[in-house]
């Protein structure tokens, strides 16, 4: 075979074997083009031929190599295209959506239980005409003692002692605070005072069963005209019931609060043991829930209330001992830990 034949043969040869391509053969593809067209390829072997043909043939024969270089890299940049069309197509296909598939089951979370139990009550208040404040977690001591009738160096303090930010700013104790700042507020000329506040608490309590550091409150808080122990009594009965049903038994127990007088303690007949004493009720049969009590005049008077004319009453309960009794929670660290089984439990 002379020159030109080797030529033609070779051209043939290669388109044969492109047309022969199809699907994604991309590597493949590439082989052959520089095992044909490459620097130690085919078409520059058949090259070194050239220098044993005559001078006149010479530029004959190197024109036809020019030209089935073009042809040839023509025809693979063709077939390139073709090879990467296909392989969209097959990754298209593949990759179809098939809307018959059932869905992915979305697994939904749920409010915590003292968000939900924090619900309850302020629903059960608003629909007895009480307004929803808020207060401050970070408080003065202003507020949270002086104003609840606790001046500096009084020796009640040491019942609840706190985290101080500065010798003025403290995390607040109880919800009470906020009882003075609404009484600053409120104009008397327009009814009554009835307010709830909820909110989050810190002492400086060693934590166990019933007790932690942090925790919540709900601060109540009734001032008008002619208020009384009675109504003290009578709506904190109805929100006991509301909350655990007629048959729960609850008692009131003398007790002191600076910012009270008279002062209570309410409890509520233990829920793991009925009454009889147990680990969680500490033996007593009994829980304690809210500190309450008549407002003292002197809160009233600090807020400019004439405490002649004017009576109330005030509450602060624990949302968490609440949702123990409410749903037989043995241990009050379980709110805080943040365990899914724990919250599951009250979707
Ligand atoms: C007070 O905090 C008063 N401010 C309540 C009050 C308001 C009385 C208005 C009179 C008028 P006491 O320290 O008892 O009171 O707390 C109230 C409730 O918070 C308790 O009955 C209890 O349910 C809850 N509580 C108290 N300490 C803790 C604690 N360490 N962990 C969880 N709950 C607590």
């Not at 388109?15 to 199809?22: P, S």
């Not at 098939?98 to 619900?119: A, I, S, W, Y």
């Not at 609840?160 to 403290?170: A, R």
Request: with cysteine; hydrophobic share 35%.
């Amino acid at each position: 075979m002379d020159l030109q034949e080797q030529l033609q043969a070779l051209r043939n040869q290669t388109l044969d074997q492109l047309k022969a391509f199809n699907g994604n053969h991309t590597k493949e593809l590439q082989d052959l083009k520089v095992a044909v067209l490459g620097k130690k390829g085919s078409l520059t072997e058949l090259l070194k031929g050239l220098k044993d043909l005559s001078a006149d043939m010479r530029p004959l024969v190197g024109k036809q190599v020019n030209e089935l270089r073009d042809v040839l890299t023509t025809a693979f940049d063709q077939q390139a295209k073709v090879v990467e069309a296909a392989k969209i197509k097959a990754q298209l296909d593949a990759e179809s959506i098939d809307v018959t598939l059932p869905g992915r089951q979305m697994t939904l979370g749920n409010r915590h239980v003292l968000t939900q139990t924090n619900e309850e009550i302020e629903d059960i208040f608003l629909g007895m005409g009480f307004q929803i404040v808020d207060g401050f977690e970070v408080e003065k001591d202003y507020y949270n003692f002086e104003r609840m009738n606790l001046p500096k160096d009084h020796p009640a303090r040491d019942m609840q002692d706190t985290f101080y930010i500065t010798e003025e700013i403290l995390l607040r104790t109880h919800t009470s605070p906020v009882q003075a700042r609404t009484l600053d507020q409120h104009d008397f000329s327009k009814g009554p005072l009835k307010m709830v506040s909820p909110g989050r608490v810190f002492r400086r309590d060693t934590d166990d069963a019933t007790h932690s550091h942090q925790f919540h409150q709900i601060e109540g808080l009734v001032v008008g005209k002619n208020i009384s122990m009675g109504d003290l009594k009578g709506t904190l009965e109805m929100i006991i019931k509301k909350m655990f049903g007629e048959e729960r038994k609850i008692r009131l127990r003398p007790s002191y609060f600076p910012f009270t007088e008279p002062s209570v303690e309410v409890d509520v007949s233990c829920f793991k043991c009925g009454g009889k004493g147990c680990n969680v009720c500490k033996g007593t049969g009994w829980i304690e829930i809210l500190g309450a009590g008549m407002v003292h005049p002197s809160v009233l008077e600090m807020s400019g209330v004439n405490s002649e004319e004017y009576s109330g009453f005030a509450f602060g309960l624990g949302q968490e001992r609440i949702a123990m009794l409410r749903y037989g929670i043995n241990d009050i660290r379980g709110f805080y830990q943040g365990d899914m089984r724990f919250s599951e439990q009250f979707k």
